[in-house]
Each structure stands twice: as structure tokens, then as C-alpha cells.
């Protein structure tokens, strides 16, 4: 399955000032006044978002990573440090006609996640979250169906649970890109191999990446995906068991890690 991507000069990521809590509540609520982004608490079935308004779909490709196949509303889940899976995990609910805002992320490439899929006109961007940043979030969660956060410091456990709490009202979705205490699911890259050049010759055309994913309760036990992040033509999908490092183990070990993504694999 293919990832459609959006021009991104046609459809400008709305964006909240990077300073003052009052000046950032105050630009959600003029957004969600101007109908820029909506309540969640005004979406469901037959309102442009999912037929089913417990879950969130994802790709294909990640779906067996996660409860139910897909991101559960109300829940928080945990990706480590800031990648292309973040995206790739956002990619599915905004093609659904979802709303999401990336929160604590300075140096988001709006042109890599429109790569990814991400339609930039359903993007809401705050930069710069500052110290009241549990407060904004809570915000975001009442505005956007998936807020996908990178907290600017880790957060005690009285904050966590105010968040959690936040996130069961307002029915959102909390991506982390951090470790996440109490997180229903965890995923981690946790191996990576670029394809495409042998021993010094070639051209890269993909990057495989395995996937682990685990959580709490009844996915407390580990699962583990190869998936292409992109494929050669810029869909992300899964590996085919005989394509797993494909034309890339010697290369890869060799000079890969120079080529990880910056931010993270």
C-alpha cells in the first residue's frame, strides 16, 4: 500500500506562538472557534473522521504491532526517541481525516511528514511547549484527535497521571516520543538496515527497520516486525521474510549508522 503525500506550500501547518501559556490557549481557541481544528468531543461516526470512534486505524504495516490493530482513544503510546515511526504511526488516523498536533518538536520537517503521508492542512504545530507544557497538551487533546508529543523534560508521576487523565477525557490519542510510564503500548526501533548499495556501489532505494512492540496486559508479551520505512517507492510496509536485509548487511554494517535519521533512527 502506497502513502499519498500533500504538497506542502498548498496547505500551510497551522502553527500556535512559541511563548506565553495564555498567547497558546488563547491561538487554540481562536483555531478551534475558525473550525481549523475541532473539538473532539465533536467528532464521531459520520462526522469525516472514523466509522468506529473508539479506534484510530493505522497502516497496514502496523498493525499487528498494536491492541486491536489499531491506536485505542484514550490511551498513551510510547515510541522512544523522535523517528520516522512517529510519523508513519500518525500517517493512518490523519489520511482518516483526522486532526493532529505535534507538540515540543523544533526541528519537525514539514516535508518529511507530508512524505510520510501526513496531510500538512490536518498538522498543528507548537514548536516550543514551555514550562506550563502539561497544560497545552491538555488543550491539544480537547482540539485534535492524536497529539504526538516530545516533553521537553521527563515528567513526574503526578503529571503523568494529570495528562492520562486529560487524554481519557477528551478520548485522544498521546504519542510519545520518549519513554512513557504506564504507557499502553511501547514501540522501539531496535535494529535498522539501509538497501540499495553493496560494497561501495549503488544507490540507496530503502530502509528496513524492525519494529518491537509491547505493552500492558494481555501485550505485555513482545512482538516484532521487519517493516520498510520507506520501500524503495516511499510506502511503508511490511518486509517480505526473504527481502529481510536484502543487498544491505555488509554495507550496513560498515556505514549505516552514518545515514541514521537525525533526532533518532
Known amino acids: 500500500m502506497g502513502i499519498a503525500s500533500a504538497p506542502v506550500m498548498s496547505a500551510p501547518v497551522a502553527t500556535l506562538p512559541e ?29 469525516g473522521v472514523v466509522s468506529d470512534a473508539g479506534l484510530l486505524p493505522v497502516l497496514p504495516a502496523l498493525q499487528d504491532l498494536l491492541p486491536m490493530g489499531a491506536l485505542q482513544r484514550g490511551s ?27 507538540a515540543g518538536v523544533a526541528d519537525f520537517g514539514a516535508n518529511a511528514a507530508a512524505d510520510a503521508g501526513l496531510d500538512p492542512a490536518r498538522l498543528l504545530l507548537i514548536p516550543d511547549l514551555g514550562q506550563n507544557w502539561p497544560q497545552i497538551v491538555a488543550s491539544l487533546l480537547d482540539g485534535c484527535d ?3 508529543l516530545r516533553p521537553p523534560d521527563r515528567p513526574s508521576a503526578q503529571t503523568r ?14 504519542l510519545v516520543a520518549d519513554e512513557w510510564d504506564g504507557a499502553q ?4 526501533i531496535t535494529d535498522h538496515a539501509w ?26 508479551r513482545s512482538r516484532t516486525r521487519w517493516l520498510w520505512l520507506p520501500g524503495p517507492d516511499g ?24 545515514l541514521a535519521l537525525p533526532g533518532g533512527r
Open 19 to 47: 511563548h506565553g501559556g495564555d498567547d497558546r490557549r488563547q491561538g487554540l481557541a481562536a483555531l478551534l472557534t475558525a473550525g481549523t481544528v475541532r473539538s473532539g468531543r465533536e467528532i464521531g461516526p459520520g462526522k
Open 76 to 102: 498513551v503510546a510510547a515510541v522512544g526517541d523522535w523517528s520516522m515511526l512517529c510519523l508513519a504511526l500518525a500517517a493512518g488516523p490523519v489520511a482518516s481525516g483526522a486532526w493532529c498536533a505535534i
Open 146 to 148: 492524536l497529539v504526538l
Open 161 to 174: 497521571r494529570k495528562v492520562e487523565a486529560a487524554v481519557r477525557r477528551y478520548g485522544g490519542v498521546l
Open 185 to 188: 503500548v511501547r514501540l522501539h
Open 195 to 220: 538497501t540499495g548499495i553493496g560494497r561501495g556501489h549503488g544507490r540507496l532505494y530503502g530502509r528496513q527497520v524492525r519494529v518491537v512492540a509491547d505493552g500492558r496486559g494481555e501485550w505485555s
Open 235 to 258: 510506502a511503508i510496509t511490511a518486509v517480505a521474510d526473504d527481502q529481510v536485509h536484502a543487498d544491505s548487511a555488509d554495507w550496513d554494517e560498515e556505514f549505516g549508522a552514518e
